[in-house]
């Protein structure tokens, strides 16, 4: 463990994996916009930081790569800043738990447990799962009916799996943000106009589409 004061990085058995200088830039950048010469608004992050733009800058020049050398508070303070809040958390647990009651529901004999708002809404139709690369890498999941025109329009798709129905696609896109849960961002100055509380930062580990559905039987 770093102790105090010596620039590094103070780390618990418990705390969430240390995001790295390129992954800070990143979040920086969608949370304070660009600088004028490129790179992060260190101005504007160092005020609502709390610390000096000089500070700012230090955790930015670490080798490509490395752990932003930022101490365990200041790394978890821009954690906050950049994380989805609890109302989103809850309102995704709340989708992923509805979402399962279907599928029982589903599951009954002789469709006597679903209802007709969901074959008026098409969701029994198959759904698309799609994690999608946009602006400075930053990856999204995303679900829509299949139909011909089911490609998302920013980005480019780097994963996707067609799913039997939508709440199988709600529960396989809740697994892939809780795989990923450390790196999630929400930006303030850039972000997806759709779906911007499913994104995550680039580096974070690869998901693979097809092991989560076969895990959690969601085909």
Do not use: C, N
């Not at 105090?4 to 994996?17: F, L």
């Not at 790394?75 to 009651?101: I, M, N």
């Not at 006597?112 to 708002?117: D, E, H, W, Y």
């Amino acid at each position: 463990m770093t102790g105090p004061g010596t620039g590094g990085i103070e780390e618990s058995v418990d705390a969430p994996p240390a995001w790295t200088r390129d992954q800070l830039a990143v979040a920086l950048l969608m949370l304070f916009g660009p600088a004028r010469r490129g790179g992060p608004d260190t101005a504007a992050a160092a005020v609502e930081l709390g610390v000096s733009r000089r500070t700012v800058q230090r955790w930015l020049r670490a080798p490509a790569g490395a752990r932003a050398p930022m101490s365990s508070a200041h790394a978890e303070a821009v954690r906050a800043l950049a994380g989805v809040d609890e109302q989103v958390r809850r309102d995704e647990q709340r989708t992923a738990g509805y979402a399962r009651d279907a599928l029982e529901r589903i599951a009954l004999p002789k469709g006597r447990g679903v209802l007709p708002a969901w074959r008026e809404q098409q969701w029994l139709d198959q759904h698309l799962v799609t994690i999608t690369e946009l602006d400075h890498g930053v990856l999204q999941a995303a679900l829509t009916r299949v139909t011909s025109r089911s490609r998302p329009r920013d980005g480019q798709v780097v994963a996707f799996r067609v799913v039997l129905a939508r709440f199988h696609a709600q529960l396989l896109v809740h697994e892939v943000l809780t795989a990923v849960s450390p790196w999630r961002v929400r930006g303030r100055v850039w972000a997806p106009k759709q779906g911007s509380t499913r994104t995550w930062l680039p580096g974070a580990p690869d998901v693979d589409l097809d092991e989560l559905a076969a895990t959690h039987g969601l085909r």
